[in-house]
């Protein structure tokens, strides 16, 4: 798999998930501490940094992995990036509660996943606890370049997919708000898997 993964898939319904807060953990909150712990900087300095500097040509794809890594790392005044900031990324991404409903889901609706992340970073992860064989098609960030919210990230899946057959699940209020604006119907994704409840009701299960 490299990203965007296609296979062909009976049901008519579409089931899009995002990866990270869904599926796996979200690394980003480990990354930066892991980066705090190295540069003395705080932990929300960090992220803000992440945010205006880095977020949006990280996950697109326009900065590459090891300029990433060595920008962050001149950005805190380190010399260059331990490895110890990778593997809290890696460590992070373990399987959520919902990863146990995945096999159901995907007898009962086309399974999409739809990521802003880096491929090197969630494939890998997705590989080793085999939770690719269960989607129809992956979407990630770095590979197709559009980001969520923005509507380019979701205008092919939307077309490829009848709205009124379609759920979304994001932890991301935006992303939500974003999809919901095209007319699929969307679900934010809690902490405590609640979220998973919604998308059995929605199947019928």
Known sequence: MRGQKETQHPPERTLLLDACGVVLGEPTEPLFRAVAASSGLSVS????????????DLWS???????FWTSLAAA?????APAAWRTAIDQAMQAM????RLP?????????????????????????????????????????????????????????ADPAQTLYVD??????????????????????????????????S
């Open 45 to 56: 300095a960090i992220a803000t940094l992440f945010r205006h500097r880095f977020r949006d």
């Open 61 to 67: 794809g326009r900065m590459d992995e090891a300029s």
């Open 76 to 80: 805190c005044g380190v010399e260059r």
């Open 97 to 100: 509660p919902a990863v146990g």
């Open 104 to 160: 159901s889901w995907a007898d009962q609706a086309r399974l999409v996943l739809i990521s802003n992340h880096r491929h090197e970073w969630l494939v890998p992860r997705l590989e080793a606890l085999a939770l690719d064989r269960h989607f129809s098609a992956v979407r990630i960030s770095s590979i197709t370049g559009a980001v969520k919210p923005d509507q380019a990230a979701y205008d092919r899946l939307i077309s490829s």
């Open 171 to 204: 932890d991301k209020p935006a992303n939500v708000a974003a999809a919901r604006s095209l007319g699929v119907r969307s679900v934010l994704a809690d902490a405590d898997g609640g979220w998973t409840r919604e998308v059995d009701a929605w199947l019928g």
